[in-house]
């Protein structure tokens, strides 16, 4: 069984884009910013593609959300839960980067 809950997971791609503004100092380099950024593209997009919804953050949250709990399986949420933890990953390598700027 996934460790996630759906709404746990909603909230987590929900919050993507402002972990990776966070992330980003006034010195990041840019080429480390757009690979953090098309880390979490990637991982929204086979989100979307999943949830069979637009490819964005708040399209895949609302997905989630929208979801009835009986449609939901483990291997999905285990699926969207790797996802989200490959999205937080290239955020934290970027705020790595930036904190030692």
Do not use: Y
């Not at 746990?8 to 690979?35: H, N, V, Y």
């Amino acid at each position: 069984m996934s460790k996630s809950t759906p709404a746990d997971l909603a909230i987590a791609f929900r919050s993507l884009p402002r972990r990776l503004r966070e992330a980003t100092s006034p010195d990041t380099d840019p080429a480390a910013r757009a690979t953090a950024a098309t880390g979490v593209d990637t991982a929204l997009g086979a989100a979307a593609i999943q949830m069979a919804c637009a490819s964005s953050a708040e399209a895949v949250a609302a997905a989630i959300e929208q979801r009835h709990t009986i449609d939901w399986v483990s291997s999905d949420l285990d699926a969207l839960q790797s996802l989200a933890r490959q999205a937080a990953a290239a955020i934290r390598a970027l705020q790595n980067l930036s904190d030692n700027a």
